[in-house]
């Protein structure tokens, strides 16, 4: 069934903002101290004339540009041409590289997700792992970018990656051979009489692609949807907000709140079809973004249920301001929050049915998350409503359990070590 035709919305969770030359600060009043820029500048001078050693103007000016950066949050960077460059090359859908999602969490190179069919997840890389080296060089204080151009070389060279993972008493080094990335934005499967759908990102016509697959799986006679967003990263706002559309017929999908002003108000794009259809989304701690946008709008809209683990907690816009020689500011611009008025940003969504992914060593490709998934869209289908978690998800073995906890104690040995280091 189709909405009436609504004004489109056309925000994007990267926002490109075009400047010019010739426009400096927006308000020089913001500088509350001229003495501050002056000190600024005699240091600049006097490290210029009288440091030991010769050291470019450009790469102090990089040094404090990154030294402010520094002050304001972890998805705040400076890029130079070509990793704006690379960016742009990431949302057009097909790179050279090993196929992860990389982030700066807490001063530490994370792995958000590793793209679906890629040399990273095959070489077995996690949501959560932190980069400690690339090819032998330490992460700490490495930008993102930096370390996305380490990655990335001629498909075919191998690249290796020293992982800090959970559990792990030591570094896991691990050699990957890079390839030409082509990301499959959706994939469908039919379980019996329930539909399948898989969105690795959101990119560029995300949201026409996963409307062309949900109209074939209706076509197909499917009698219900589970909408698999784990590992997905985000990525274009508006092409989560089209995904959303597709299953409410109307609705706030998200509100963007900045420093000043009032807040932007992202409805459900009526240009889209609307499915009906009963609902499950699959979450883990590698959703972020856009995948919380969705997720977020159908727990708060109760359109379906959720069902896997915690998503990541990324819940920021930032705008990229486009430079005079090629290079890029992208900066944290505002917060997202869900329909409900939920903040996203480092505090997640928590599913209905809480329920974690246990790998099989005899199978890697067993998936033990789904088959629960498609079991409980069965268990509605037959009986017309939602069991409780309790009475419904099956219960781990004592192995599974101790497994379950060794790592919830990892997690709060880091953030202590965090919290001292700090």
């Known amino acids: 069934m189709f909405k009436s035709s609504m004004k489109k919305i056309a925000v994007t969770l990267i926002i490109i903002v ?17 003495g501050t820029i002056q000190n600024f500048q005699n240091i600049l001078m006097l490290i210029n004339n009288y440091y030991v050693e ?18 304001v949050d972890s998805y705040s960077n400076f890029m130079s041409s070509g990793e704006y460059e690379d960016m742009q090359e990431d949302f057009e859908g097909e ?19 590793p793209i679906s069919n890629t040399p990273g997840e095959r070489a077995g890389l996690m949501a959560g ?74 990119i560029q016509e995300t949201g026409v692609k996963t409307e062309e697959a949900l109209l074939e799986l209706e076509d197909e006679g499917v009698e219900a949807i589970i909408l698999d967003l784990r590992n997905n990263p985000g990525g274009i706002l508006d092409e989560a907000v089209k995904v959303s559309s597709l299953f409410a017929e ?42 919380e946008i969705v997720a977020g709008f159908i727990k708060d809209q109760e359109r379906g249920k959720l069902f896997g683990s915690q998503t990541f907690g990324k819940g920021t816009v930032q705008s990229v301001f486009p430079l005079e020689d090629g290079s ?25 049915y809480d329920y974690p992914f246990i790998p099989d060593e005899d199978d890697p490709e067993a998936d033990n998350q789904l088959d629960v998934a498609v079991d409980l ?27 379950i906890a060794h790592r919830e104690q990892e997690i709060e040995r880091i953030e202590e070590d965090m919290e001292n280091d700090n």
């Open 54 to 71: 010769d050291i470019s103007l450009n790469q102090l000016i990089n040094g404090a540009i990154d030294g402010m950066l520094s002050e």
């Open 377 to 403: 869209m069965a268990y509605y289908l037959e009986n017309n409503y939602w069991p409780e978690p309790e009475d419904f998800l099956p219960e781990l073995t004592e192995e599974e359990l101790e497994e």
């Open 250 to 291: 109307s609705g706030t999908v998200l509100s963007v709140r900045q420093r000043e002003g009032e807040d932007q108000i992202y409805e459900v794009d009526g240009d889209f079809m609307t499915s009906d259809l009963p609902l499950i989304v699959m979450t883990n701690r590698g959703s972020a973004s856009g995948s």
């Open 18 to 34: 075009m400047i010019t030359a010739g426009v400096g600060l927006a308000n020089e009043n913001s500088m509350t101290e001229h």
């Open 129 to 202: 792992d932190i980069i400690a080296k690339i090819d032998g060089m330490e992460t700490e204080d490495m930008s993102q970018e930096r370390a996305v151009d380490l990655m990335r070389g001629e498909p075919g060279t191998d690249v290796t990656l020293s992982i800090d993972r959970e559990g792990e008493d030591e570094l896991i080094e691990v050699e990957i051979t890079r390839a030409i990335i082509e990301v499959p934005i959706v994939e469908t499967e039919i379980y019996d009489n329930v539909g399948y759908l898989s969105v690795s990102q959101f």
């Open 95 to 113: 790179f050279g590289g090993i196929g992860i999602q990389i982030t700066i969490r807490d001063g530490q190179l994370t792995i958000v997700s």
């Open 328 to 352: 890029a500011l992208r900066l944290t611009t505002a917060r997202y929050y869900t329909s409900g008025e939920n903040l996203i940003d480092e505090i997640g969504i928590e599913p209905n």
